[in-house]
């Protein structure tokens, strides 16, 4: 007969490559868990991008409308840009007097 020894000798690395398996397993089951959700979300993204290109497509006046919006954003970025350098160098040009 074996000794109880011997049998856990025997049985263990069974037992080791049992609890590798699961929890490879578990690792493969999570990463695909994790895969799902960007492939939801990208369908989902892709969703509304197609949606977006329907209503623009379907509404001219739509794009009329973010392009001249995005004319005044440009304007108005333009305009901010040189009054900040405006301002930056009558900051500079003040403090070099003072001194």
Do not use: H, I
Not at 22 to 35: A, S, T
Not at 40 to 60: C, F, G, H, I
Not at 78 to 85: A, I, V
């Amino acid at each position: 007969m074996e000794s109880c020894v011997q049998l856990m000798a025997k049985y263990e690395p069974q037992e080791r490559n049992c609890d590798n398996m699961v929890k490879m397993l578990e690792d493969l089951n999570r990463d695909l868990e994790k895969l799902l959700e960007e492939m939801e979300k990208l369908s989902v993204q892709a969703t509304w991008m197609a949606y977006d290109m329907v209503v623009m497509r379907t509404n001219p006046d739509l794009a009329n409308s973010m392009r001249r919006l995005e004319d005044a954003f440009l304007n108005c970025k333009e305009e901010m840009e040189k009054n900040w350098q405006e301002m930056l160098k009558e900051t500079k040009d003040g403090g070099e007097k003072k001194e």
